[in-house]
């Protein structure tokens, strides 16, 4: 294949210009001006087109197994290539929990079969989640996990975060951290505030989250181990992070495109859809996320993809479960709500969503250098379209951004060389991950 008279951008080799990009058994074979046609080659014209590394998103809830209701393998991967995600990592709180290096060769075996992307897991920290005894880390390395993650759940003490953060820093692989102190989870968990007021509903302050990240930075500090904090959310977690990579403290971090969008008013409009965790927060939080990818604090957007069915959102905001869909609309909320605001250039925020976050998992992802996977993106930067769920491939539609219109759409979806999204369809039925 020979993709054609794209602009390119490649954050990875510092490369942006009108070039043409040449794909060959699975690999990108070169990058250069005018390429001329080969024989037997199709041609892919990328006029209008921005040509992008494959986006890689380090932070998705494929619900499989034990959850499929929600979510599988196969309508995840889909979902994740309609939003351009060539690569992407799960987390472990399935059913059965991925704990064990059996499980994590299954769940491989099965994403052989069954996904159109690429897809990567986390072994959990402790087993069962449970917050008290640490997983076999070297047995799940070993199995093809790229991190550990007891997402959904904090580490509970600073005893087993640190234990956790030199097992992981003995393998070379990172503790990936979601942060909330639950002492401080009142009767659900929305955002302490006017919003959560008016709902007659107590609150989670802000520092329940910051209180977790200061401690897991002291820690990341103490033990020299790479600490990656999910879905930052807070004014004050941003300051710590920023003041901790300062000090040389080996931290990575990254917001998800709720919470570099929504405020928690959007709870008074869309209840339990616009309820996760941890909560979507102040205006004053927003601008902080914001400024943070702006200025490298925050150093990948991963979208927190967290399928419900419906009925279990429709219970309420008190038992409604956390979470929404994120894979299908983050490309075009980054573009959107960051790029054509002026908050990151094209450049910056392509390389949120590729080399990034393909560095901090250790894959080599997210580029378009020669030799290297075929894992490509094409989208259009100026198409506008509106958010309908019924149209997502997602199985669940657990959203609060329905009806809202966005500019930047996908446009192709290439995988290992292969195309399989294409004009809004998935055109791949077999795996190519």
Request: proline share 6%; glycine share 10%.
């Amino acid at each position: 294949m020979l993709i054609k008279g794209g602009f390119v951008f490649d954050p990875a080799n510092a490369r942006a210009g009108r070039l043409d990009v040449r794909v060959a058994e699975g690999k990108i074979v070169a990058v250069g001006p005018e390429l001329g046609v080969e024989a037997g080659e199709e041609v892919l014209d990328a006029a209008g087109l921005i040509v992008a590394p494959g986006f890689v998103d380090i932070h998705v809830h494929l619900r499989d197994p034990g959850f499929t209701h929600k979510e599988t393998l196969a309508s995840g991967s889909r979902a994740a290539a309609a939003g351009g995600f060539t690569t992407v990592v799960a987390m472990a709180n399935t059913k059965p929990v991925m704990d064990r290096p059996e499980l994590v060769r299954e769940f491989y075996r099965r994403a052989a079969r069954e996904a159109v992307v690429n897809v990567y897991t986390v072994g959990a920290v402790t087993r069962g989640l449970a917050g008290e005894e640490l997983s076999d880390f070297a047995a799940l390395k070993e199995a093809g996990v790229v991190g550990f993650s007891d997402d959904g759940n904090p580490i509970p003490t600073a005893a087993l975060m640190r234990q956790a953060l030199k097992e992981a820093g003995r393998l070379g692989l990172p503790v990936i951290a979601h942060e909330g102190d639950p002492s401080l989870v009142a009767d659900t968990i929305v955002n302490e505030g006017d919003a959560a007021a008016r709902l007659g509903l107590g609150g989670m302050p802000g520092a329940a989250e910051d209180i977790q990240v200061a401690r897991d930075v002291l820690l990341a500090e103490l033990t020299g181990a790479h600490l990656h904090i999910q879905h930052v959310s807070s004014a004050r977690s941003v300051a710590i992070i920023r003041e901790a990579k300062a000090r040389g403290v080996r931290v990575t971090a990254e917001a998800t495109p709720h919470h570099f969008t929504l405020t928690d008013e959007a709870l008074l409009k869309w209840g339990a859809d616009a309820k996760m965790n941890p909560p979507l927060r102040s205006a004053q939080d927003v601008a902080a996320v914001r400024q943070g990818l702006a200025d490298g604090t925050l150093d990948a957007i991963a979208t927190d993809h967290a399928p419900h069915a419906p009925e279990e959102k429709a219970a309420g905001l008190v038992q409604a479960p956390c979470g929404i869909i994120g894979l299908e609309t983050a490309f075009g909320l980054t573009w959107t709500e960051l790029v054509l605001t002026g908050v990151l250039t094209p450049a910056q925020a392509i390389a949120k969503l590729t080399c990034l976050p393909a560095r901090i998992v250790g894959l080599p992802k997210g580029t378009l250098s020669p030799g290297g996977d075929a894992d490509i993106t094409l989208f259009d930067p100026n198409a506008t379209w509106e958010v309908d769920p019924a149209e997502f491939y997602s199985q669940s539609r657990n959203t609060p951004f329905a009806g809202r219109k966005l500019t930047g759409r996908i446009v192709y979806t290439i995988v290992g060389g292969r195309l399989v999204y294409a004009g809004g369809k998935i055109l791949a039925e077999e795996a190519t991950a």
